[in-house]
């Protein structure tokens, strides 16, 4: 037979005391899609950091083509023929998207040849992005287009992708899938990691489940349940959401007519955004990233002001209050970038957590209570169940998914009136995932107004109440989630909101 296109045997990785890989074997052929599953923290990361040469594993070997191979940087995985899309972008915040790109191609054609080629890609695979825009403008999902399309212009053997649908449509995923099947039929070789399960079942060939650095499984996902493979991935049965009876109370946000300028060149402007958000309901926002969702969550916490009554906290006109202020009336906010925004990587979790609970005690006539704050975040490190060495980790040191649990963890214990998410459960595995959005289902039968801003459409028809959509900059009519389904929102995600708004009136 003809040998893997890449072949591992034995790769392990530590980490001071943290074993992240233990002896893993891998084999991926030329034209397979194959899954790579697990919990957060599992070690999927590393092992495809260290297939792309980011990370030089402590042992092993890894085979290309059938013979041992070294891969000892990023340039050397390109020259081999291997992408990687990653979940943590690896983009420079002060450069334009074209400069990215032609950075990490090591491209010696001019910018506005490959800025050509740039537009004329993204647009193919229906994955819309400007070369010219700044990073440092873009939201989370624009800059996952950018890793994607980086890589589809390289035209790889091995692409390996990581959490690459969360800024997509649904009609944009069916899009992609076409593409990555197109891909694997003329030859090129897909590693695929993804918490979304069905689309595993609908892509994928072949599956590896890893659990605590160790492979524990493979599967055809073709023939699995969603439910199995969760099992799977966890080692134990799969925990579901429990809807709670819904108790309406008054009105706990209300925005109206809320318009906010772009924000440069390549920002979104709001144009007449009202909606309400009573006690006890969740009301979800649905959109791709890049429609204003950046905007209207800096508008809601505070910094960007806008007239006074354009935002309401209970009946209190908040518009032109900064976030302090608005925190101490009772709002709290779990934004869609966790590092840099949610946490700062290099302090602990306990400095995290005095970022935003300094209110809950943690600051006594000015002087930070240590005692207090370490067991503040101990206290959010055992409720979530967030795998951490303990409260003195940096937040940089943790998985994606267990900063995540510990973000929503600060912000809940501060009993908040009315909890803003955005992207909740962005790159979290199910377990988590399903942990996370009972929580938010819990907050809102016990009165906190709850306001969910996700690409994820089954995130929303699974916790909301009430859906609208943001797209360039505007709102589209709600729906009661169990009057709409996921592929009417995926239209007015695109835009289309015409037949809907005649429909509502």
């Not at 899009?175 to 694997?184: D, G, H, I, N, V």
């Not at 101490?328 to 966790?338: C, H, I």
């Not at 009057?483 to 009136?505: K, L, S, Y």
């Amino acid at each position: 037979m003809t040998p893997p296109l890449l072949r591992l045997a034995g790769i392990t990785k530590s980490y001071a005391t943290v074993q992240a890989l233990a002896g893993v074997d891998l084999d991926v052929r030329a034209g397979e899609i194959h899954a790579v599953l697990g919990e957060n923290g599992a070690g999927k990361s590393t092992l495809m950091k260290s297939i792309f040469g980011a990370v030089q594993p402590d042992g092993g070997v890894i085979e290309w083509e059938g013979r041992p191979i070294t891969i000892a940087s990023p340039v050397a995985a390109r020259s081999c023929g291997i992408a990687m899309v990653f979940q943590h972008f690896a983009l420079f915040e002060s450069m334009t998207v074209v400069e990215n790109v032609a950075l990490a191609l090591g491209e010696r054609s001019s910018l506005s040849v490959l800025a050509s080629r740039l537009t004329e890609v993204s647009s193919r695979y229906g994955l819309a992005i400007n070369p010219g825009q700044s990073v440092h403008r873009l939201s989370v999902g624009e800059r996952q287009r950018v890793e994607i399309v980086r890589c589809l212009l390289q035209s790889p053997r091995l692409l390996i992708m990581d959490e690459p649908t969360s800024v997509l449509t649904p009609q944009a995923i069916d899009q992609l899938f076409e593409t990555l099947r197109r891909l694997a039929a003329e030859g090129t070789a897909i590693l695929y990691v993804s918490h979304k399960l069905d689309e595993i079942r609908r892509l994928c060939d072949r599956a590896t489940i890893i659990r605590q650095g160790r492979v524990v499984g493979t599967a055809d996902p073709r023939q699995e349940t969603a439910s199995r493979l969760a099992e799977l991935m966890i080692g134990h049965s799969f925990p579901q959401t429990e809807r709670r009876a819904k108790r309406e109370g008054a009105i706990a946000l209300e925005v109206a007519g809320l318009d906010v300028p772009a924000d440069g060149p390549f920002g979104t402007a709001l144009r007449d955004i009202s909606f309400r958000v009573r006690a006890g309901e969740v009301l979800g926002i649905a959109g791709i990233s890049g429609n204003g969702q950046s905007e209207l969550l800096a508008a809601l916490l505070g910094s960007t002001a806008s007239a006074a009554h354009s935002v309401m906290l209970g009946d209190r006109p908040v518009g032109a209050l900064g976030a302090a202020a608005r925190r101490g009336l009772g709002l709290a906010l779990v934004p869609e970038e966790r590092l840099g925004v949610g946490a700062v990587p290099e302090m602990s979790l306990a400095q995290n957590a005095l970022l935003t609970a300094y209110g809950q005690g943690l600051v006594q006539r000015g002087v930070v209570a240590m005692k207090r704050t370490w067991a503040y975040a101990e206290r959010c490190i055992a409720d979530y169940s967030v795998r951490a060495s303990g409260a003195g980790a940096p937040a940089a040191s943790l998985s994606g998914g267990n900063l995540q649990k510990f973000i929503v963890a600060r912000e809940i214990a501060q009993g908040p009136r009315v909890l803003v998410l955005a992207q909740p459960t962005w790159g979290v595995d199910v377990a988590a995932t399903a942990f996370i959005r009972q929580r938010v289902i819990d907050l809102a039968a016990n009165g906190v107004a709850v306001l969910v801003i996700s690409d994820d459409l089954a995130e929303i028809l699974e916790i909301c109440d009430r859906v609208a959509v943001l797209a360039s900059g505007r709102l589209s009519p709600e729906r009661d989630v169990h009057a709409t389904h996921a592929a009417e929102i995926g239209r007015w995600m695109a835009g289309v909101f015409i037949d809907a708004e005649v429909v509502a009136a």
